[in-house]
């Protein structure tokens, strides 16, 4: 599935539109025209200034402070003035960290089950860790349950909502995935058919790599994107 081909009735952004990447300005113009709802990253905040990036490891700093300059007026106004999660639409929820903190990171038991148990909306998605995926919680006979689960490689991964159970969702990262697989990654939800489909498609990453050395961005973020990692 090329993403051309994908129908929709809206697009979504769960943040971290710009920090690693060589066009910030184009891309916060693409995301502007393509979603309806768009919420702030932490690589968001520290781009705008809102945050110090203290907490980035050095090669995120760099590219970090590098995006600061290269941000136009219009570009760090919009930045500035992104809403932070939880954003409540047509019956769920859009968080960056999770619903409870736009900071925090989803990747496991330990994290996911407080936040499944604290929804107040039956799905919830999130970004943040870079990992297409999420978690879920069911009640059978009193006792909660957190099942992880991934898209399979080279076909999509279609997840039926089902009642009496919670969900957090994560549709992945277009630009930066971490879970192995370089190619984009996205997710659609069919609320008529009570589903979410995760897809990959691929891009031309050579020529971003090769942007990326034209503006002098560090080289280990050059090399990851070939590996999704």
């Keep these: 599935m090329e993403m051309a081909d994908a129908e929709y009735d809206q697009a979504v952004c769960l943040g971290d539109l710009v920090g690693y990447g060589p066009d910030p300005n184009a891309v ?8 309806q709802v768009i919420i702030r990253g932490n690589h968001d ?3 705008a200034g809102i945050t110090d990036a203290h907490d980035f490891n050095p090669y995120a700093r760099l590219a970090t402070l590098w995006t600061r300059e290269q941000l136009n007026p219009e570009s760090l106004s919009f930045l500035l003035h992104l809403p932070s999660g939880p954003v409540a639409l047509n019956g769920f929820q859009l968080a960056h960290g999770s619903p409870g903190d736009e ?14 148990r604290n929804l107040s909306l039956q799905v919830a998605f999130f970004g943040h860790t870079h ?3 999420g978690f879920l919680l069911t009640f059978k006979g009193g006792f909660a349950r957190v099942r992880g689960f991934e898209a399979e490689d080279g076909r999509a991964l279609v997840l039926p909502l089902e009642d009496g159970t919670r969900y957090l969702l994560n549709p992945g990262s277009v630009g930066q995935p971490r879970d192995g697989d370089w190619r984009a990654a996205f997710a659609m939800l069919d609320e008529e058919q009570r589903q979410v489909e995760y897809y990959r498609v691929s891009y031309d990453v050579a020529k971003t790599q090769r942007k990326m050395q034209d503006a002098g961005l560090p080289e280990p973020l050059i090399r990851r994107l070939s590996y999704g990692r």
């Design 131 to 133: 990992l297409q995926g």
């Design 28 to 35: 916060i113009e693409g995301v502007r025209q393509a979603a």
């Design 45 to 47: 905040k520290a781009c």
């Design 103 to 116: 900071d925090e990171y989803l990747f496991g038991r330990e994290s996911a089950l407080p936040a499944l």
